[in-house]
């Protein structure tokens, strides 16, 4: 893996605050030193991801519309990468995950940094709770770890 596309709200922090927790920029800096390029790729407003990012420099596709393909590839152009080379970190099935398979891209699906949630999102978790139900009935939800 060569690059990273990674979601912002509850992902690389808290959906209600602008501050990156030191193990998050820990990690993005790990990932850094690593020669591992890192691109934001988020469906809140511009206005929101830019105070996130501003002290980081990382780059970022704002209003990304997941699970839609355009805006991972706003991202991967950005990083210079194709998608068999990135990898896609989220804390959503229906919007990470669904929109990095949709491209043909691996997911790392992640616990929420907190357990609560905008209100759009808030709709989605309905969804996402029965469909995972579904698929741990299935035998479909993979492992943890
Ligand atoms: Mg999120």
């Known amino acids: ?25 820990a990690w993005l800096e790990a990932a850094r030193a690593r020669g591992i390029s890192v691109c934001v790729i988020s ?20 209003s990304a519309r997941k699970p839609l393909r355009v805006g991972f590839v706003r991202a991967l152009r950005q990083l210079g990468l194709p998608p068999e080379a990135c990898i896609v970190v989220g804390d959503q099935l229906l919007t990470d995950v669904w ?4 491209m ?9 940094v907190v357990s609560t949630d905008g209100p759009h999102t808030r709709v ?8 995972r139900r579904l698929l741990e009935r299935l035998g479909l939800w993979p492992e943890e770890g």
């Open 1 to 25: 893996m060569r690059g990273v596309l990674v979601d912002l709200d509850n992902t690389l922090l808290p959906w209600n605050s602008s501050e990156i927790p030191p193990a998050h920029r």
């Open 43 to 62: 469906n809140n407003h511009t206005t929101r991801v830019e105070s996130a990012l501003r002290e980081l420099g990382i780059p970022y596709v704002s």
């Open 99 to 102: 929109g990095a398979h949709r």
């Open 104 to 112: 043909g891209m691996r997911a790392v699906l992640v616990r929420p």
């Open 124 to 131: 989605n978790r309905f969804f996402e709770r029965r469909l």
